[in-house]
């Protein structure tokens, strides 16, 4: 029914919630930690992307600073046992990029420590979700090609990707790459430590 509204702040609280006044209608959204992060406060006009929850009682609006995260989302909530407010709070603590990491890696731990999922939702999420990552778009703002090797989520696709080339299975190759990812550690020396724990 909607997809993106844009309009002006009328109101931002650390609780989650987004009043956004589009034309003198003022929208209540329900948004994550990293959207909130995203929001200017200066008057400015800002553009929400938006999924329409319909509940027995109620109408829920969640608002998302792109695309990538409402496709984040709407996998989170395809997860059997991972409602709506499971779902901000995975986007609120890991965001898209680390998301995307986790699901790669199949980094289980992870997802653990988010409030609210629990070991048997953790492992459901990567069980279900770690084959279909590439469904969600990197997120704004990761480095482009041309500004030096890249690190974090990217190296860590690429190093999977040379695993599987190699002829390792998906799921060894991202059990190894969640044991030896660092912060700043490009694909090359990924793969390489990855391939140490694999021979």
């Known amino acids: 029914m909607y997809d993106f509204l844009r309009g002006t702040v009328s109101a931002l609280d650390t609780s989650g919630r987004l009043t956004l006044d589009v034309n003198g209608v003022g929208y209540s959204l329900r948004i994550s930690e990293q959207t909130r992060r995203h929001i200017p406060l200066d008057g400015r006009t800002v553009t929400v992307h938006v999924r329409l929850l319909v509940k027995e009682d ?4 969640f608002g998302f600073s792109d695309a990538a995260e409402r496709t984040a989302f709407d996998l989170l909530t395809s997860v059997q046992l991972v409602g709506p407010v499971v779902a901000m709070a995975v986007l609120s603590s890991l965001g898209v990029g680390e998301l995307r990491r986790v699901l790669i890696s199949r980094d289980v731990a992870a997802l653990r420590k988010v409030k609210g999922v629990g070991p048997k939702s953790a492992e459901r999420i990567i069980l279900e979700l770690a084959d279909k990552v590439e469904r969600i778009p990197a997120p704004l703002g990761q480095p482009s090609a041309g500004q030096g090797a890249p690190t974090g989520v990217q190296a860590v696709e690429e190093a999977q990707r040379a695993l599987i080339v190699l002829g ?6 991202g059990d190894a790459l969640a044991r030896v990812a660092q912060p700043g550690l490009d694909a090359e020396a990924l793969l390489r430590l990855a391939l140490a724990m694999l021979r």
Do not use: I, N, T
């Open 168 to 173: 390792f299975d998906r799921k060894d190759a």
């Open 58 to 61: 109620d109408l829920v609006l």
